[in-house]
């Protein structure tokens, strides 16, 4: 008796762990906006991203989806208020991510103008924006 509760108890943990993952992935839904130089607003090339499956108008759905599914709304908070930055200049590009993330609506802005806005858009690139760089 032991055996079975042990065998219908592992099932149902499965299935509650695979739709608890499908839940977070359906509700990814993004629009991104990159612009090569943000001096140029009008410049800007924009994308969807849904998942659950892959799928809009981004180069990389499979791996947004992925990234975006294990690291969750996190990838877009911002740098904390209080954290000092390096003065370096990465480069004129910036983005916008506009939509929602496990739930979670998501509206983060990413540019390259110091040390920290560097370090906040390596975490989204190159799977979910261009590199980026001084040009």
Do not use: N
Not at 3 to 15: D, I
Not at 51 to 77: D, I, M, N, Q, Y
Not at 107 to 113: I, L, S, V
């Amino acid at each position: 008796m032991p055996r079975r509760t042990a065998l219908g108890l592992a099932t149902a943990v499965l299935v509650v762990g695979a739709s608890g993952a499908a839940a977070v992935s359906q509700s990814i839904s993004l629009r991104v906006t990159y612009w090569a130089d943000s001096a140029k607003p009008r410049s800007g090339v924009s994308w969807t991203l849904r998942c659950s499956p892959p799928r809009g108008s981004h180069p990389r759905p499979v791996v947004a989806c992925r990234r975006l599914a294990a690291e969750g709304p996190t990838l877009f908070a911002p740098p904390p208020k209080e954290i000092v930055c390096t003065q370096i200049y990465g480069g004129p590009q910036k983005a916008r991510v506009v939509g929602l993330v496990a739930g979670k609506r998501v509206w983060a802005t990413f540019t390259r103008t110091d040390g920290c806005e560097i370090g906040r858009w390596q975490r989204i690139s190159p799977w979910l924006v261009p590199p980026g760089g001084v040009t």
